[in-house]
């Protein structure tokens, strides 16, 4: 099956303001059967905002709209609140 794919990456400063950053990330995709039961899942290096993989599965997938994650990380800086 083919999976097209969009990633951005947003980092915010001090007061929340957002700015589209390049992307360069490890990411989880994954495809599911009807039944929720994971067909494939792995982690690709994601570098572009667009793309396109292409693997075998080997059941029919869910039909429906596909899951979205959002990943988030906060930063550790040692300090306390």
């Known amino acids: 099956m083919k999976l097209k794919f969009a990633a951005h990456k947003f980092r915010a400063d001090e007061i929340?303001?957002?700015?589209d950053i390049e992307i360069g990330d490890e990411i989880?995709?994954?495809v599911f059967?009807?039944?929720g039961e994971t067909l494939y899942l792995k982690k690709h290096?994601?570098?572009t905002?667009?793309?396109e993989?292409?693997?075998?599965?080997?059941?029919?997938?869910?039909s429906s709209a596909p899951k979205?994650?959002?990943i988030?990380?906060?930063?550790?800086?040692?300090k306390t609140r």
């Open 16 to 19: 929340g303001n957002e700015k």
């Open 28 to 30: 989880t995709f994954g």
């Open 33 to 35: 059967d009807a039944a």
């Open 45 to 47: 290096w994601v570098n």
């Open 49 to 51: 905002k667009t793309g």
């Open 53 to 62: 993989l292409e693997f075998v599965v080997d059941r029919l997938p869910n």
């Open 68 to 70: 979205l994650i959002l």
């Open 72 to 78: 988030t990380g906060a930063r550790q800086t040692g």
